[in-house]
């Protein structure tokens, strides 16, 4: 038997469950009931999709159907239902190549058409969510969200730096964090980074993140040990890599996995800029009321801060803290223009730390006292990276700008 890769045999599998659709005969009905339809990045977004959905119970051809230009082709989907927090989650996913419009199929059952943005292969742009986690309803989130996607349609994906919801375990929160954006999740790819907060149980003791491993297929890391915890993706002028900074709760096994897993990462990649996004900061805070707190690093800062300059990152995004920082560009644990450019990221949930950190020597701007939420775009081409802070109502609060020479 011969041996093929992974596209051939999408390739394949596609022509031939489209075949026998055709073969049946059948009638096509719009009664396909989903929801949560969502597109995940894959390894070059410019070329593939990720597509996952939910159901209220099984199905029994699940797949999507693409149309393009000239054809349409049909992609079968995996069964990809999970049980937490006391539910079963009917869920299917599918990897899809790109076309024009695609929709879920099921026999006969068919669900609505959504258009399949082609997502260029030089210049980039993407909305930047920090922790979305809310106390009670996710409305904020949903608000925040809305008026960044109604602000930047042109965007080629998205991405929350981990905290995504407050309680991990807690399936209500995600079902809502979920539908405050379910008419945008099946028109943009969405980039998820984990954050301490999606290992947390009902009770909030440690586990693993099964809701987020379940939930989010990006692509494969290669390591079993850690499937779905980092990995990385193209996206025009730019290689981004998603990492994970939960050894504290999960085990510190994935900080040397994930150091040599970056560096050959980064080895194989010829993209002009190159991009980091992990929860947990580089910097420590002095906090009002606790005196013996001292300014400084973090254990992320001082493990892998080194290991990010160089690699050649051109900028790292963090989270975490609930406030928006920029630091400007940094190289051996002090400001330098040759450097590399970390922005901590702020918050787009309900959770407020108003007046706990003091501001760190490193902080060249800080967000507006007392702090609201914010969202951010990247963008660029081969030659320049821009990032932009922004509040809800769109107020540009800070922008940074890098070129390449």
Same mark, same amino acid.
């Given at each position: 038997?011969?041996?093929?890769?992974?596209?051939?045999?999408?390739?394949?599998?596609?022509?031939?469950?489209?075949?026998?659709?055709?073969?049946?005969?059948?009638?096509?009905?719009?009664?396909?009931?989903?929801?949560?339809?969502?597109?995940?990045?894959?390894?070059?977004?410019?070329?593939?999709?990720?597509?996952?959905?939910?159901?209220?119970?099984?199905?029994?051809?699940?797949?999507?159907?693409?149309?393009?230009?000239?054809?349409?082709?049909?992609?079968?989907?995996?069964?990809?239902?999970?049980?937490?927090?006391?539910?079963?989650?009917?869920?299917?996913?599918?990897?899809?190549?790109?076309?024009?419009?695609?929709?879920?199929?099921?026999?006969?059952?068919?669900?609505? @058409?959504? =258009? /399949?943005?082609?997502?260029?292969? $030089?210049?980039? #742009?993407?909305?930047?969510?920090? +922790?979305?986690?809310?106390?009670?309803?996710?409305?904020?989130?949903?608000?925040?969200?809305?008026?960044?996607?109604?602000?930047?349609?042109?965007?080629?994906?998205?991405?929350?730096?981990?905290?995504?919801?407050?309680?991990?375990?807690?399936?209500?929160?995600?079902?809502?964090?979920?539908?405050?954006?379910?008419?945008?999740?099946?028109?943009?790819?969405?980039?998820?980074?984990?954050?301490?907060?999606?290992?947390?149980?009902?009770?909030?003791?440690?586990?693993?993140?099964?809701?987020?491993?379940?939930?989010?297929?990006?692509?494969?890391?290669?390591?079993?040990?850690?499937?779905?915890?980092?990995?990385?993706?193209?996206?025009?002028?730019?290689?981004?890599?998603?990492?994970?900074?939960? @050894?504290? =709760? /999960?085990?510190?096994?994935?900080? $040397?996995?994930? #150091?040599?897993?970056?560096?050959? +990462?980064?080895?194989?990649?010829?993209?002009?800029?190159?991009?980091?996004?992990?929860?947990?900061?580089?910097?420590?805070?002095?906090?009002?009321?606790?005196?013996?707190?001292?300014?400084?690093?973090?254990?992320?800062?001082?493990?892998?801060?080194?290991?990010?300059?160089?690699?050649?990152?051109?900028?790292?995004?963090?989270?975490?803290?609930?406030?928006?920082?920029?630091?400007?560009?940094?190289?051996?644990?002090?400001?330098?223009?040759?450097?590399?450019?970390?922005?901590?990221?702020?918050?787009?949930?309900?959770?407020?730390?108003?007046?706990?950190?003091?501001?760190?020597?490193?902080?060249?701007?800080?967000?507006?006292?007392?702090?609201?939420?914010?969202?951010?775009?990247?963008?660029?081409?081969?030659?320049?990276?821009?990032?932009?802070?922004?509040?809800?109502?769109?107020?540009?609060?800070?922008?940074?700008?890098?070129?390449?020479?």
């Amino acid at each position: 038997m011969h041996n093929i890769n992974r596209r051939t045999f999408i390739k394949v599998a596609a022509v031939s469950f489209a075949s026998f659709l055709a073969g049946c005969g059948v009638e096509e009905k719009k009664n396909l009931s989903i929801k949560f339809l969502r597109q995940i990045v894959t390894k070059n977004i410019s070329d593939s999709r990720c597509v996952m959905w939910q159901v209220d119970k099984p199905l029994k051809n699940p797949a999507v159907e693409l149309k393009t230009n000239d054809d349409k082709k049909i992609f079968p989907a995996q069964d990809s239902t999970f049980i937490d927090d006391g539910r079963t989650i009917f869920q299917y996913t599918a990897q899809i190549e790109l076309g024009n419009e695609f929709r879920i199929v099921d026999g006969s059952a068919v669900g609505d @058409w959504h =258009e /399949l943005k082609n997502s260029p292969t $030089e210049n980039f #742009k993407a909305i930047i969510f920090p +922790d979305s986690q809310c106390g009670g309803d996710y409305d904020t989130w949903g608000s925040v969200a809305r008026q960044a996607f109604k602000n930047n349609s042109d965007a080629n994906f998205f991405i929350n730096v981990g905290d995504i919801v407050d309680n991990g375990e807690d399936n209500s929160q995600w079902e809502d964090w979920l539908e405050q954006v379910e008419d945008f999740l099946p028109k943009i790819p969405f980039a998820p980074v984990m954050g301490n907060h999606e290992t947390y149980s009902r009770d909030w003791k440690i586990r693993q993140p099964v809701a987020y491993l379940n939930y989010f297929a990006p692509p494969d890391n290669g390591i079993e040990n850690f499937s779905r915890r980092f990995y990385s993706f193209d996206c025009g002028a730019a290689h981004f890599a998603i990492l994970d900074s939960q @050894w504290e =709760e /999960l085990g510190r096994e994935v900080i $040397e996995a994930q #150091k040599k897993w970056l560096r050959q +990462d980064f080895s194989q990649t010829d993209k002009p800029w190159k991009i980091i996004f992990i929860h947990k900061d580089v910097l420590q805070y002095r906090i009002n009321g606790r005196p013996e707190r001292q300014e400084g690093f973090s254990e992320v800062g001082e493990i892998f801060m080194p290991e990010f300059e160089s690699l050649g990152a051109d900028a790292v995004f963090t989270a975490h803290l609930h406030t928006y920082r920029n630091r400007g560009r940094l190289k051996n644990f002090q400001a330098d223009e040759n450097g590399t450019l970390y922005i901590l990221t702020g918050l787009s949930g309900n959770v407020r730390y108003s007046g706990l950190w003091i501001d760190h020597a490193l902080d060249k701007f800080v967000a507006p006292q007392p702090e609201t939420d914010n969202y951010l775009t990247l963008e660029g081409d081969e030659k320049f990276l821009s990032v932009k802070c922004f509040l809800p109502d769109g107020e540009l609060i800070d922008e940074t700008t890098l070129q390449k020479i």
